[in-house]
């Protein structure tokens, strides 16, 4: 059948909702004789509370209860939003408490206000008294793998994990090359920055069940999150998730759903709601992984690679959250892009004592594609060989297995996405005008990156997911996800696969404004660009099923002297046609005002699967960048930036353009602005504000442009591949190479800020 939604631009439905406000989030949704929490953090980085003295706390007017570890559940629980393991070797590390006594970063929780007020409770803070036994603490890597440092977690030696991936034999291949070229570089731990802080509120119910109101971004796993901090059994809770401003991977992790549970426990189940400042977001919920890379790669003169060795240190902060498995997933990454038949992947994750690192929109591919494509360029300067060309002679096919992930790339549009990128980007034209303005004395450059992803965890973890439809009485369609929007769209590229598959206009389907664990399918939620790939299939799988009962309750139900069989007939537009000659069998909501109120066959049309993915799919693109420096300022301008992406078939190109522009806009800004840093003095958070912690304003991003290459994958539900987060993976390291095109010398290290840009302009005039 003709698409009639599938490649057509849809507004999405819950758009209008809220740009007007009259969306609810989680603090819009009302509770009778709401209590107030707030979290006493702690003032030191490393260390244990001695006491703790409250008495001063209990006496301000409004305070219900203070709570100190004494109070609250004891049990050790995860945090990251993976799906359960029955492989306890495979689970995620429970190192993580309600509350606790042994302090790992600055502004960890030791306690916790529960009052009338807002206002109540933050006085209450400050009344409260803490007596610390003070240790070193350790911001980085190479401060906690140093000999003699004091273990963060008992038996640990500060290690989440050390792994070692190996492709054919590296001392080998090494012998065989012409030219060995190292390459050092070093991504910044930064923020999600996400417009909805973290919030939640959690009351006892009716039934006897507790109810937690979250924006998270993973309902079904934070109910087991919740049984496994209070060791209940998972079904004594229930999570509600309503609007959500907001995640990019913060809220994958369940970060403060135990706590306000535990305070409504205090109260007896009256509803407490915990909402945090900017502050305790950056400083204590999740940021990106600080990953440092040691590059060691051979070449032949021809510029085809024979052997590479890359150390991975990943810096993961004070809990293991995600932990290893961001840091792991780059060797994969760097096999999906190039060819490498003798290759050697040393990761380790290691504890510090900053803010625990947890996903983030790429999940470590936007560090190892930085240090793979930096490392591409200056390798091209040194071979001699066109940046362009050296990709191409070491590209991966389509067809072709990934040795280190053991699944085959059934597409793979690279190559086309260079060739179409720089007939777009105007690229050899482009070429020209920097070679000018070079003589003219300008720093002008021009820069390359390329990037490969997945869609969804599968090999590595659980995809699973559910849909159920309901054919409403006037032939529209009711449907139920269990895949979690939270603000990028997934629920209305839903509605279009229904819309195709069953053969109704897409504003006949309705999405629920919110998912509930009661009630929503089973599905691990939204993070690894899973969505329109994973969920989709489970989609387009319960389309079809209610497709076929419509057919067949057509032909139950047709009226005397209609003749057909299923296969000759279809719906399209609400109609039951056949196919034979086009001609209307039945309107379907005729048909299904019969199939509800048929006094003898009456029965309500429903589908409910649950579709488990044992697959995957490699989307591929890049991004081109023209760019100046000043030579002055060392402030870099973007002219032009271009993100070419092969994700398979475009859904829906209108929500596409914008999730690829609020990639590259968060690469930019990795590239040049963000960096959470610390006092070394204290291990306080320096900069864990939104006026000290640079972001881009809508006056500093560019125009961007965007491009796709649409090549029908085969896996993909309607020949999709995922899209999400590959946009943010690529602009970095093209930023950089442009930057070293523009100025003649690498700078490894991001963000590249006009300070680094001006020492590194000054030290290359001393040395001429």
């Known amino acids: 059948m003709e698409n009639t939604a599938i490649g057509k631009s849809q507004i999405r439905w819950d758009a209008v909702a809220k740009v ?5 989030y989680t603090g819009d949704i009302p509770q009778k004789e709401m209590y107030h929490g707030k979290i006493y953090r702690a003032k030191i980085a490393h260390g244990m509370v001695k006491s703790i003295d409250v008495s001063e706390a209990l006496k301000v007017p409004g305070v219900i209860k203070v709570l100190t570890p004494d109070d609250v559940s004891s049990y050790s629980f995860p945090t990251a939003g993976h799906p359960y393991s029955l492989d306890p070797k495979l689970s995620d590390k429970a190192d993580r408490k309600i509350l606790t006594r042994h302090i790992r970063l600055y502004g960890d929780e030791i306690a916790a206000v529960i009052a009338k007020t807002e206002l109540a409770a933050e006085e209450a803070l400050g009344k409260i008294k803490v007596e610390y036994e003070e240790y070193e603490f350790y911001l980085t890597p190479e401060e906690s793998l140093k000999e003699g440092a004091l273990e963060i977690h008992e038996g640990t030696k500060n ?11 590296l001392e080998t291949g090494f012998k065989e090359a012409d030219i060995l070229i190292e390459h050092d570089c070093y991504t910044p731990t930064v923020q999600h920055c ?9 009351y006892k119910d009716v039934d006897g069940r507790w109810v937690c109101v979250t924006s998270t971004q993973i309902p079904h796993i934070c109910r087991r999150i919740l049984g496994q901090a209070f060791g209940m059994p998972w079904g004594r809770f229930r999570v509600i998730k309503p609007f959500v401003g907001g995640g990019f991977g913060n809220k994958q992790d369940v970060t403060i759903e135990p706590m306000v549970v535990a305070m409504s426990m205090a109260v007896g189940g009256k509803p407490v709601m915990l909402d945090l400042h900017r502050e305790e977001v950056f400083a204590c919920t999740r940021v990106r992984h600080a990953i440092s890379y040691k590059m060691k790669f051979g070449f032949k003169n021809d510029g085809r690679i024979v052997a590479g060795d890359i150390l991975a240190i990943s810096n993961n902060g004070a809990y293991a959250s995600h932990g290893h498995a961001v840091v792991a997933k780059g060797g994969g990454m760097v096999t999906a892009l190039y060819k490498v038949p003798n290759f050697k992947y040393h990761a380790m994750t290691v504890y510090t004592n900053i803010a625990a690192a947890g996903a983030m929109r790429g999940y470590g591919v936007p560090q190892i594609s930085y240090a793979i494509e930096t490392f591409m360029d200056t390798a091209a300067r040194k071979l001699g060989i066109d940046p362009f060309d050296l990709r191409k002679i070491n590209m991966t096919k389509a067809m072709e297995e990934n040795p280190l992930l053991h699944m085959t790339q059934y597409t793979m549009g690279l190559r086309e996405c260079i060739e179409q990128g720089k007939e777009r980007f105007q690229w050899e034209k482009r070429v020209e005008e920097v070679a000018a303005a070079k003589k003219a004395g300008k720093l002008r450059g021009l820069g390359f990156a ?18 159920r439809l309901v054919l409403n009485q006037d032939g529209s369609i009711k449907m139920m996800v269990g895949a979690t929007e939270i603000g990028q769209g997934s629920d209305t590229v839903f509605r279009q696969m229904v819309a195709e598959t069953v053969g109704v206009p897409v504003d006949m389907v309705y999405a629920d404004q919110v998912t509930d664990t009661d009630t929503s399918p089973f599905d691990t939620g939204a993070y690894a660009s899973r969505q329109t790939f994973v ?6 799988k319960a389309a079809e099923e209610l497709k076929e009962k419509i057919l067949l309750a057509a032909l139950e139900f047709a009226e005397e002297g209609q003749e057909a069989e299923t296969v000759d007939l279809d719906v399209k537009d609400c109609k039951v046609i056949k196919k034979s000659d086009g001609s209307l069998y039945t309107e379907l909501g005729d048909l299904a005002l019969k199939t509800y109120y048929h006094l003898n066959k009456g029965i309500c049309l429903t589908a409910d699967v649950s579709n488990k993915c044992i697959q995957n799919a490699y989307p591929y693109g890049g991004t081109f960048v023209d760019l100046e420096v000043d030579k002055v300022t060392g402030k870099v301008k973007i002219y032009n930036i271009l993100n070419i992406h092969d994700s398979g078939v475009i859904i829906n190109p209108l929500m596409a353009s914008g999730q690829v522009e609020g990639g590259m806009t968060m690469g930019i800004s990795y590239a040049l602005d963000e960096e959470l840093r610390y006092d070394s003095s204290t291990g306080k958070p320096l900069n ?11 006056m500093d991003v560019p125009d961007l442009m965007v491009d796709f290459v649409e090549i029908p994958d085969p896996i993909g539900p309607y020949g999709n591949k995922s899209l999400g987060e590959p946009p943010n993976c690529s602009p970095a390291p093209a930023i950089r190479n442009a930057i070293a095109d523009a100025i003649g010398v690498d700078i490894n290290a991001i963000p590249i800020t006009p300070q680094k840009i001006i020492e590194v302009l000054n030290a290359k005039d001393k040395e001429v």
């Open 20 to 24: 007007t406000g009259r969306a609810n």
């Open 159 to 169: 290690i989440i994990a050390d792994t070692t991936a190996e492709i054919g034999d």
């Open 194 to 202: 996400q417009m909805e802080n973290q919030i939640a509120y959690a």
């Open 450 to 467: 390329a990037f490969a992803y997945t869609s969804g965890t599968y090999p590595k973890g659980l995809e699973a997911a559910g849909c």
């Open 535 to 540: 969920s989709g299939m489970a989609v387009k």
């Open 688 to 698: 864990n504000n939104l006026l000290d912690y640079k972001m881009p304003t809508m």
